[in-house]
């Protein structure tokens, strides 16, 4: 996941084509949850973890999953398909 996370929407910028967002969306969704999980639980399990400078760098990259998921970038950027396409 941590591969994917790093690499997946460069990935689908540069070698798929715009219809195989939805499933790129879906991935970075699911990875975005399993983060997200990791950061809770190892604030309930890890002594000192929460607040820390680990917790905090792990909540920052989980977070910027966000910008890869491409529906809410475009709502994000005031961009629908409609426009796009005209263009």
Do not use: H
Not at 50 to 75: M, P
């Amino acid at each position: 996941m941590t591969f994917y996370a790093l690499f997946g929407d460069d990935f689908r910028l540069g070698v798929t084509y715009k219809g195989a967002d939805p499933y790129f969306n879906v991935l970075t969704c699911i990875c975005l949850f399993f983060f997200g999980l990791e950061v809770l639980l190892s604030s309930i399990a890890i002594n000192d973890y929460f607040l820390s400078l680990y917790f905090w760098l792990d909540l920052l990259s989980t977070i910027t999953l966000i910008a890869d998921i491409t529906w809410i970038w475009d709502q994000l950027l005031g961009q629908n398909d409609y426009i796009i396409n005209d263009a």
